[in-house]
């Protein structure tokens, strides 16, 4: 699934996925939906299947009816409630439903309370578990982030807190403030893989593009079309996507063009087997198109859609976050909504598997300034709402410029600039004095000069001036120059 809980936090299921760069001895774009496999937490789900069951993931949805997280029972309700156990005579399995509780916190109680006495049924936590330790603004921004969307998981939550308000909240304290609010874990089932899965990422932009087609239909129209996109492999980024009525050759050539134009070529492009990208005799439109411009074509393997895990797992967060409950009027309408979607997921979506950054900052090679300057915005609004308990207005700016870094942010009403090696500078963002006021321009008004006529303009009038002006001009030098010579 697109989630999955992690020792109480929820992790986004995109993560890196790889083949082997030449022929795409790969796997799946993760090991559980894209959540990597060797995690903390997964028990059989990040190893090998031995009992051949369907493995089970869980996710953070809502309780029926809006019910909430109910709170630690007290000692002594333990007490009675496992004295009234033992006398029953039932089993845990079918006393625990009539409380409420589960067997094993049955079992946990009775151990305890043999070993220790009541002693043992004490609560020895130094705080509530129902008590998250989080301001009332970053409380409700993260309700208000999960019932906006409820596919995002814990750790996409805190890291958009991060970057949005600048509300600090670890995945833990996001899980701890869903639970209270009546979210609860639930089992999912999700796809066996193979238990060895391998992955691959090139190190720098546009060392490799991946490139494939997705279709969906127009409801409206009832009307199949085709998306081809291009991204790069290094940081997600789509370089280039294209909506049409047919997937050809042609037009995978023209979105090649399109993204090479906009983002400089790549030293190579990834495709699978389609007969947009290869033919069975000879050489391909799209290979010959590469070769023209020095760019390797790598050919993943037949029928393994996993090489191209990507691109292949950007498709289903396209699918999921737009396509599927869009109702489109038209291909037009289609194309622009698409476009806003992936401007969206290159800029402003943070993507786990590349260290949750966005697209565009590793695209761009500003990752490290874009984390630097936003835990130092964290901070600094930390701070803020610990002293007047509002939060300041998000400001900063960051980024490259001519291969040097840079950033700005807001330091109360200043704008500080600093620069790749930590020198600080004030920036005046207001304009100068006395400078504020637009010009006037003053149209002439309507209907109160005649119209040129024929073979004349109204500019006429002030060609002549200029004419007077410099014939002035030429009789006051040739007069000056007739007295020197006298």
């Given at each position: 699934m697109?989630?999955?809980?992690?020792?109480?936090?929820?992790?986004d299921?995109?993560?890196?996925?790889?083949?082997?760069?030449?022929?795409?001895?790969?796997?799946?774009?993760?090991?559980?939906?894209?959540?990597?496999?060797?995690?903390?937490?997964?028990?059989p789900v990040?190893?090998?299947?031995?009992?051949?069951?369907?493995?089970?993931?869980?996710?953070?949805?809502?309780r029926?009816?809006?019910?909430?997280?109910?709170?630690?029972?007290?000692?002594?309700?333990?007490?009675?409630?496992?004295d009234?156990?033992?006398?029953?005579?039932?089993?845990?399995?079918?006393?625990?439903?009539?409380?409420?509780?589960?067997?094993h916190?049955?079992?946990?109680?009775?151990?305890?309370?043999?070993?220790?006495?009541p002693?043992?049924?004490a609560?020895?936590?130094?705080?509530?578990?129902?008590?998250?330790?989080?301001s009332?603004?970053?409380?409700?921004?993260?309700?208000l982030?999960?019932?906006?969307?409820?596919?995002?998981?814990c750790?996409?939550?805190?890291?958009?807190?991060?970057?949005?308000p600048?509300?600090?909240?670890s995945?833990?304290?996001?899980?701890?403030?869903?639970?209270?609010?009546?979210?609860?874990?639930?089992?999912?089932?999700?796809?066996?893989?193979?238990?060895?899965?391998?992955?691959?990422?090139?190190?720098?932009?546009n060392?490799?593009?991946?490139?494939?087609?997705?279709?969906?239909?127009?409801?409206?129209?009832?009307?199949?079309?085709?998306?081809?996109?291009?991204?790069?492999?290094?940081?997600?980024?789509?370089?280039?996507?294209?909506?049409?009525?047919?997937?050809?050759?042609?037009?995978?050539?023209?979105?090649?063009?399109?993204?090479?134009d906009?983002?400089?070529p790549?030293?190579?492009?990834?495709?699978?087997?389609?007969?947009?990208?290869?033919?069975?005799?000879?050489?391909?439109?799209?290979?010959?198109e590469?070769?023209?411009?020095?760019?390797?074509?790598?050919?993943?393997?037949?029928?393994?859609p996993?090489?191209?895990?990507?691109?292949?797992?950007?498709?289903?967060?396209?699918?999921?976050?737009?396509?599927?409950?869009?109702?489109?009027?038209?291909?037009?309408?289609?194309?622009?909504?698409?476009?806003?979607?992936?401007?969206?997921?290159?800029?402003?979506?943070?993507?786990?598997?590349?260290?949750?950054?966005?697209?565009?900052d590793?695209?761009?090679?500003?990752?490290?300034?874009?984390?630097?300057?936003?835990?130092?915005?964290?901070?600094?609004?930390?701070?803020?709402?610990?002293?007047?308990?509002?939060?300041t207005?998000?400001?900063?700016?960051?980024?490259?410029?001519?291969?040097?870094?840079?950033s700005l942010?807001?330091?109360?009403?200043?704008?500080?600039?600093?620069?790749?090696?930590?020198?600080?500078?004030?920036?005046?963002?207001?304009s100068?004095?006395?400078g504020?006021?637009?010009?006037?321009?003053?149209?002439?008004?309507?209907?109160?000069?005649?119209?040129?006529?024929?073979?004349?303009?109204?500019?006429?009038?002030?060609?002549?001036?200029?004419?007077?002006?410099?014939?002035?001009?030429?009789?006051k030098?040739?007069?000056d120059?007739?007295?020197?010579?006298?």
């Open positions: 697109s989630e999955v809980l992690v020792n109480g936090s929820e992790f299921a995109e993560r890196s996925e790889g083949p082997s760069p030449e022929r795409g001895e790969a796997s799946d774009s993760g090991g559980f939906e894209g959540a990597g496999a060797g995690q903390e937490g997964f028990g990040g190893g090998p299947n031995l009992t051949g069951a369907r493995r089970r993931g869980r996710r953070m949805v809502k029926p009816g809006g019910r909430g997280y109910s709170p630690p029972v007290k000692p002594e309700e333990r007490l009675l409630i496992l009234t156990w033992l006398r029953s005579g039932l089993g845990a399995t079918d006393f625990a439903p009539l409380v409420g509780l589960s067997p916190t049955l079992y946990g109680w009775r151990k305890k309370f043999e070993e220790r006495g002693e043992g049924l609560d020895h936590r130094a705080r509530g578990r129902g008590s998250s330790r989080v009332e603004v970053t409380r409700r921004s993260i309700l982030l999960k019932e906006r969307d409820p596919d995002l998981g750790e996409a939550i805190s890291e958009m807190l991060l970057r949005g600048g509300h600090p909240a995945a833990n304290a996001v899980a701890r403030v869903l639970q209270e609010a009546g979210y609860h874990g639930e089992l999912v089932e999700t796809r066996p893989h193979k238990p060895k899965v391998t992955r691959f990422e090139r190190s720098r932009p060392q490799l593009w991946q490139t494939d087609i997705f279709t969906f239909t127009l409801k409206r129209q009832n009307r199949r079309v085709y998306l081809i996109g291009f991204m790069d492999d290094f940081s997600r980024f789509m370089v280039g996507h294209g909506i049409y009525a047919s997937a050809t050759a042609q037009l995978a050539i023209e979105v090649l063009r399109s993204g090479i906009r983002f400089n790549p030293e190579e492009v990834l495709t699978d087997n389609g007969p947009q990208y290869v033919t069975w005799r000879g050489r391909s439109a799209f290979v010959k590469l070769e023209k411009r020095g760019i390797k074509h790598i050919l993943a393997r037949p029928r393994h996993q090489t191209l895990g990507k691109i292949e797992r950007f498709w289903g967060t396209l699918w999921r976050g737009c396509v599927q409950t869009a109702v489109f009027r038209d291909l037009d309408e289609a194309r622009e909504r698409v476009k806003l979607f992936i401007e969206h997921y290159n800029f402003h979506r943070p993507h786990q598997g590349i260290d949750n950054a966005t697209p565009a590793r695209f761009f090679e500003a990752a490290p300034e874009v984390k630097k300057t936003l835990k130092e915005r964290a901070a600094a609004n930390g701070d803020e709402l610990a002293r007047n308990g509002l939060p207005d998000p400001f900063y700016v960051t980024g490259r410029v001519a291969g040097k870094s840079f942010h807001a330091e109360g009403e200043r704008i500080i600039m600093t620069g790749e090696g930590g020198e600080r500078k004030e920036v005046d963002l207001k100068p004095e006395g504020g006021a637009e010009p006037t321009v003053i149209l002439p008004e309507a209907g109160n000069e005649e119209p040129p006529g024929p073979g004349e303009s109204p500019l006429d009038e002030g060609l002549q001036r200029l004419r007077d002006a410099f014939g002035e001009r030429e009789e030098e040739s007069g120059e007739q007295v020197a010579r006298a």
